[in-house]
């Protein structure tokens, strides 16, 4: 398998403050991969550091086989990285089709599969609310907008930032089986941040824990699901 994505020795925080120290990892076509830690420990940095909006001290950011390490926030939308953030960015005043018809980017050469239809077809609660406003939707159906938002980009990666945070068991349950109907039918590689480490490395067969900037633990998340002890001790709680 091909690295779509390698950090090597990343560096990176806000400024001059450095947050991530050290971080390596790389990421296959088609790869899920979990990232897990306690509150404040880098994790929203690591994906923004992919994005590019932090500040990178040292290290390489490769994708698709170019290093984006200095390229603009855009140019790495347009390479296919697809940015969920944790404050689930959406346009409040703008009704979902406009939200979605905003952020439709064509990617020259690449096949662009996405299609309003196709983000109503993975989340049909949200073709239900077509016509309502950003601000006239519940927190899930929200975050079926973003995700939906980051697809109509044509991306071949996509970063979560904790997509489940304070949803409803129902919804977590939807927003998974999305997951799933991405990685199937896109072969989608996803990096998922997560609260909820449980579902997440029931989610994605590798993870990546940090802690205090630095990646204290890799591997295969069976491990991990196998090892609720060890799990705990890593991020706190066993999710
Ligand atoms: N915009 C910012 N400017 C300065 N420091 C920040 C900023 N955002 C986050 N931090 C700091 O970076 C560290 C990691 O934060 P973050 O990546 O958000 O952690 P996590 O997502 O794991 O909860 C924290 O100490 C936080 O206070
Ligand atoms: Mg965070």
Redesign the pocket.
């Known amino acids: 398998m091909t690295d779509m994505l390698s950090l090597s020795d990343i560096c990176a ?3 001059e ?1 450095v ?2 120290d050290g971080i390596s990892l790389t990421l296959g076509d088609g790869d899920n991969l979990a990232v897990l ?12 550091t992919v994005m590019g909006h ?1 500040t990178l001290h040292a290290g390489s950011v490769v994708f698709a086989g170019r290093d984006i390490a200095r390229s603009a926030i855009y140019k790495r939308a347009l390479a296919g990285i697809g940015y969920v953030p ?1 404050e689930r960015e959406i346009f409040p005043s703008l009704s979902v089709e406009e939200n979605l018809t905003v952020a439709a980017q064509r990617r020259p050469g690449r096949a662009n599969a996405w299609t309003m239809a196709r983000v109503f077809d993975l989340f049909p609660s949200l073709a239900a609310r077509r016509r309502n406003m950003g601000n006239q939707l519940s927190g899930g159906e929200q975050q079926m907008l973003s995700i939906g938002r980051a697809l109509m980009g044509n991306p071949s990666l996509l970063l979560l ?2 997509p489940l945070e304070g949803l409803a068991p129902v919804i977590i349950d939807a927003l998974i089986a999305a997951l799933h109907r991405l990685r199937q039918e896109d072969r989608l590689a996803i990096m998922l ?1 997560e609260q909820h480490a449980r579902l997440a490395l029931e989610f994605a067969p590798r993870v990546l824990i ?1 802690d ?2 630095k990646a204290v633990w890799a591997g295969d998340s069976r491990a991990l699901l196998d090892d609720p002890q060890k799990l705990a001790g890593l991020i706190g709680v066993a999710g």
């Open positions: 925080g806000y400024g403050t947050v991530l830690g306690r509150n404040g420990v880098g994790k929203t940095t690591l994906l923004a932090t944790q930032d904790e941040v940090l205090r900037g």
